[in-house]
């Protein structure tokens, strides 16, 4: 897939150059805790192996993966993501954003500019996200991009000792066409 531009953004392919700013981001415990697989404390190196799981996934066609980048920095600001089933013509959407871009709009800009890959690029027939019901600012993007609330799954999974309840939002290609004729 080729970089994506919004208005402030560039998303581009993860490179193992971005280890570094991953782990620094990633590595701050508040947004670990918003997330069920970022770990904490972030192990030092474990960026490279992500970073290599992504790009394995993305040739078997099994994701399509962007670093989140402020154009007028040129600075990564977050990862953004779909993992593909094919056979069902749907994706899950992930997204995760470092603390200091937190509550600016960015992660509403990616998850639109990824919305409309996964359905105009991909041709998906639905996209879904779910997040955890401590994680407000997750669902509301989902929100905001015209995602609607499927349902709660309770105590579904488990982090750190702890049991957390995950909301499922989704949409699929005619409410995206819909959205865009208004």
């Known amino acids: 897939m080729k970089s994506i531009e919004t208005e402030r953004l560039f998303l581009r392919k993860l490179t193992q150059t971005d280890a570094d700013r991953i782990e ?79 509550s600016e709009g960015y992660g509403t800009e990616a998850t639109n500019a990824i919305v409309t890959l996964g359905f105009e690029t991909l041709y998906l027939h639905k996209i879904f996200a779910r997040a955890i019901t401590t994680n407000p600012g997750s669902w509301r993007i989902m929100e905001k991009v015209g995602m609607t609330h499927e349902g709660t799954l309770k105590q579904h999974e488990t982090r750190w000792g702890q049991f957390f309840d995950l909301v499922y939002y989704g949409i699929l290609k005619e409410e995206y066409e819909q959205r865009l004729k208004k």
């Open 24 to 102: 620094e981001l990633a590595g701050d415990y508040d947004v670990a805790k918003t997330t069920l697989n970022i770990p904490h404390p972030y192990p030092q190196g474990g960026a490279v192996d992500f970073i290599e799981r992504i790009l394995l996934a993305e040739v078997d066609g099994k994701s399509v993966t962007y670093a989140i980048v402020k154009k007028r920095t040129n600075q990564l600001i977050g990862i953004i993501g779909i993992n593909l089933t094919p056979t069902h013509k749907r994706g899950k959407l992930g997204y995760w954003i470092g603390k200091p871009y937190w």
